[in-house]
């Protein structure tokens, strides 16, 4: 959410001096003029709307006392700063508030600027609910203006509030009559053996516990994670499972469909998985090894991400595909919280139905710490697969992941570093498998899609990878298997490049300090002056030069 402090605002009045307000308005900020008072009071009930559509969207400024730049001679625009009408402000604030619901913590403050007084009033995005106006209407911002919000929006934003949360809301239903005698006994059993408790609890206290029950009250998370079907179907609606299995010319093995609650639908899902993940067995140095197609934690992890994180508020059905060398979970709901099929594996985690993920981790099925994504990359990478691939299609959420025979070399190595195995050090390990290089800038580039600061961490790896070592050619820096582990890596060719040659050093030095001079690079390269090295370093596909700045600096084209 934007934060407008009192400089902030002194900037923005500085900068109408010389711009006119029509491109200084966005989507936080909105300028108004008023002749006097009595205007500012006829216009309270559109200073609402205004202050509703800031909240909704992403907070911001509302500056009284600026006349639109159209109104002015061009290029004349410190005339647009023509000063706000005296006015009390605690009763401004409480006029507008009047009018809002639920009222929020707007602040009215009066700055003076070039000897005029400007009304400034600062509006707070509101995340945990949406803010209307008395009169029923909800209003955005967009761009520069403000629309109204239709009911199937109001409905969308409400959902997305991070505040929150379906599963959490209260039934208006006896426990005894709704939950499933064998789910509720299977989990207090499991409870009690977690807990190390001998005496057995009453069944109230019980569901208390677990989050499944609130002051007593059934929550749609309890009905949904230890309910009977019918009442699940009864109270919250058509909620469905399926796992397929299909061979690659598309005959079904496994095609089951069910209903039920999330705890049947862990353990028959996990059947289904259990039945159609062969394991696959190699030979190496006389030791015989087997790996799963696909690591059950991956499953697990996934499986459990689409339970927490669907929209249990539409009808809609989660999906198991597995189809040739790959599994495809599906989730009703889009990305929440701000969590995007980009940044999924480094944003901190966000649990769409909070209740039902409390429940959930009480079992250990769900991490409290956000790990599950990272773990699957974990549980990919070390068997020589891709990363898991999120998507969002027709409001869905998708996880896509490789299922098919092993890369040896890369699971053998993991398994015998496996304490010194992470994210960046199995990235190296899949990216020359085979191949015998990668280019440092495409490893970083995939990196940063999981690790926060990918070149720290590839320093670090790269020392605690066997078998490779860095070098460079004019395309620029690269990793290599080293002769020795030709054979070890399944690698036909040597990578030919200079090990410790000039391309290396150079593009070391530019990268550990973000930009270098060509008289500092002359050195690095072994010229005598500085045009010497600018004449090659214009040649370099990796550098880029900093325009207009004197002396000219040399960068990364990565930035």
Same mark, same amino acid.
């Given at each position: 959410?934007?934060?407008?402090?009192?400089?902030?605002?002194?900037?923005?009045?500085?900068?109408?001096?010389?711009?006119?307000?029509?491109?200084?308005?966005?989507?936080?900020?909105?300028?108004?003029?008023?002749?006097?008072?009595?205007?500012?009071?006829?216009?309270?009930?559109?200073?609402?709307?205004?202050?509703?559509?800031?909240?909704?969207?992403?907070?911001?400024?509302?500056?009284?006392?600026?006349?639109?730049?159209?109104?002015?001679?061009?290029?004349?625009?410190?005339?647009?700063?023509?000063?706000?009408?005296?006015?009390?402000?605690?009763?401004?604030?409480?006029?507008?508030?009047?009018?809002?619901?639920?009222?929020?913590?707007?602040?009215?403050?009066?700055?003076?600027?070039?000897?005029?007084?400007?009304?400034?009033?600062?509006?707070?995005?509101?995340?945990?609910?949406?803010?209307?106006?008395? &009169?029923?209407?909800?209003? +955005?911002?967009?761009?520069? #203006?403000? !629309?109204?919000? /239709?009911?199937?929006? =109001?409905? %969308?934003?409400?959902?997305?509030?991070?505040?929150?949360?379906?599963?959490?809301?209260?039934?208006?239903?006896?426990?005894?009559?709704?939950?499933?005698?064998?789910?509720?006994?299977?989990?207090?059993?499991?409870?009690?053996?977690?807990?190390?408790?001998?005496?057995?609890?009453?069944?109230?206290?019980?569901?208390?516990?677990?989050?499944?029950?609130?002051?007593?009250?059934?929550?749609?998370?309890?009905?949904?994670?230890?309910?009977?079907?019918?009442?699940?179907? &009864?109270?919250?609606?058509? +909620?469905?499972?399926?796992? #397929?299995? !299909?061979?690659? /010319?598309?005959?079904? =093995?496994? %095609?089951?469909?069910?209903?039920?609650?999330?705890?049947?639908?862990?353990?028959?899902?996990?059947?289904?998985?259990?039945?159609?993940?062969?394991?696959?067995?190699?030979?190496?140095?006389?030791?015989?090894?087997?790996?799963?197609?696909?690591?059950?934690?991956?499953?697990?992890?996934?499986?459990?991400?689409?339970?927490?994180?669907?929209?249990?508020?539409?009808?809609?059905?989660?999906?198991?595909?597995?189809?040739?060398?790959?599994?495809?979970?599906?989730?009703?709901?889009?990305?929440?919280?701000?969590?995007?099929?980009?940044?999924?594996?480094?944003?901190?985690?966000?649990?769409?139905?909070?209740?039902?993920?409390?429940?959930?981790?009480?079992?250990?099925?769900?991490?409290?710490?956000?790990?599950?994504?990272?773990?699957?990359?974990?549980?990919?990478?070390?068997?020589?697969?891709?990363?898991?691939?999120?998507?969002?299609?027709?409001?869905?959420?998708?996880?896509?992941?490789?299922?098919?025979?092993?890369?040896?070399?890369?699971?053998?190595?993991?398994?015998?570093?496996?304490?010194?195995?992470?994210?960046?050090?199995?990235?190296?390990?899949?990216?020359?498998?085979?191949?015998?290089?990668?280019?440092?800038?495409?490893?970083?580039?995939?990196?940063?899609?999981?690790?926060?600061?990918?070149?720290?961490?590839?320093?670090?790896?790269?020392?605690?990878?066997?078998?490779?070592?860095?070098?460079?050619?004019?395309?620029?820096?690269?990793?290599?298997?080293?002769?020795?582990?030709?054979?070890?890596?399944?690698?036909?060719?040597?990578?030919?490049?200079?090990?410790?040659?000039?391309?290396?050093?150079?593009?070391?030095?530019?990268?550990?300090?973000?930009?270098?001079?060509?008289?500092?690079?002359?050195?690095?390269?072994?010229?005598?002056?500085?045009?010497?090295?600018?004449?090659?370093?214009?040649?370099?596909?990796?550098?880029?030069?900093?325009?207009?700045?004197?002396?000219?600096?040399?960068?990364?084209?990565?930035?």
């Amino acid at each position: 959410m934007p934060h407008y402090s009192i400089d902030d605002i002194r900037g923005i009045l500085e900068l109408l001096e010389r711009h006119s307000s029509e491109t200084l308005e966005d989507e936080s900020t909105e300028f108004k003029e008023f002749v006097d008072a009595a205007a500012i009071q006829s216009a309270l009930r559109d200073l609402a709307e205004d202050v509703s559509a800031l909240a909704n969207k992403k907070g911001g400024v509302i500056v009284i006392g600026i006349r639109d730049g159209k109104h002015v001679t061009r290029g004349h625009w410190s005339d647009q700063l023509v000063g706000a009408p005296e006015y009390d402000l605690v009763q401004l604030k409480e006029r507008i508030l009047d009018k809002l619901q639920p009222r929020i913590d707007l602040t009215v403050v009066r700055l003076v600027h070039l000897q005029k007084a400007f009304l400034v009033l600062r509006v707070p995005h509101r995340q945990d609910t949406l803010v209307g106006t008395t &009169s029923g209407r909800y209003l +955005i911002r967009v761009g520069r #203006s403000n !629309r109204g919000l /239709s009911p199937h929006e =109001i409905t %969308n934003l409400i959902k997305s509030q991070t505040a929150f949360d379906w599963s959490g809301e209260a039934l208006d239903v006896e426990p005894s009559h709704a939950l499933d005698p064998g789910a509720l006994r299977a989990a207090l059993h499991e409870f009690r053996k977690r807990r190390k408790i001998e005496s057995i609890p009453t069944t109230g206290k019980f569901l208390e516990a677990i989050g499944a029950t609130k002051n007593g009250q059934l929550t749609k998370g309890g009905l949904l994670f230890l309910g009977r079907e019918d009442a699940i179907q &009864s109270h919250l609606g058509h +909620i469905e499972y399926r796992f #397929s299995w !299909r061979t690659t /010319s598309g005959a079904f =093995i496994v %095609n089951d469909v069910w209903h039920g609650c999330t705890w049947w639908a862990i353990e028959r899902a996990k059947g289904h998985f259990d039945r159609c993940n062969t394991y696959y067995h190699f030979e190496h140095e006389g030791r015989k090894h087997s790996a799963p197609i696909l690591d059950p934690s991956a499953f697990h992890e996934a499986f459990l991400n689409a339970l927490v994180h669907r929209d249990y508020s539409t009808d809609g059905m989660i999906t198991i595909s597995f189809i040739g060398d790959r599994i495809t979970i599906t989730s009703p709901g889009g990305f929440y919280g701000g969590v995007t099929a980009d940044n999924i594996a480094l944003h901190e985690p966000r649990h769409r139905n909070k209740a039902l993920a409390r429940s959930l981790m009480i079992y250990n099925q769900v991490d409290r710490a956000g790990a599950g994504v990272p773990r699957m990359n974990l549980a990919s990478l070390k068997y020589g697969r891709k990363l898991p691939v999120f998507k969002e299609v027709f409001g869905n959420v998708e996880v896509t992941m490789q299922a098919h025979l092993v890369r040896e070399p890369v699971f053998l190595l993991a398994m015998a570093n496996e304490k010194k195995c992470g994210l960046p050090e199995l990235l190296i390990l899949n990216a020359v498998c085979e191949t015998g290089f990668v280019c440092l800038l495409d490893l970083a580039r995939e990196l940063g899609k999981v690790v926060g600061d990918p070149w720290e961490a590839l320093s670090q790896a790269i020392r605690r990878v066997p078998g490779i070592e860095q070098c460079a050619t004019e395309a620029g820096p690269f990793l290599r298997v080293n002769a020795e582990w030709l054979t070890f890596f399944k690698v036909s060719r040597f990578f030919d490049a200079h090990a410790n040659g000039d391309h290396l050093a150079l593009y070391k030095y530019v990268r550990n300090h973000g930009a270098a001079t060509a008289a500092e690079l002359a050195s690095v390269l072994g010229y005598a002056n500085a045009t010497q090295a600018a004449s090659v370093l214009r040649n370099v596909p990796y550098l880029t030069r900093t325009p207009k700045v004197r002396p000219s600096m040399w960068q990364l084209k990565e930035g």
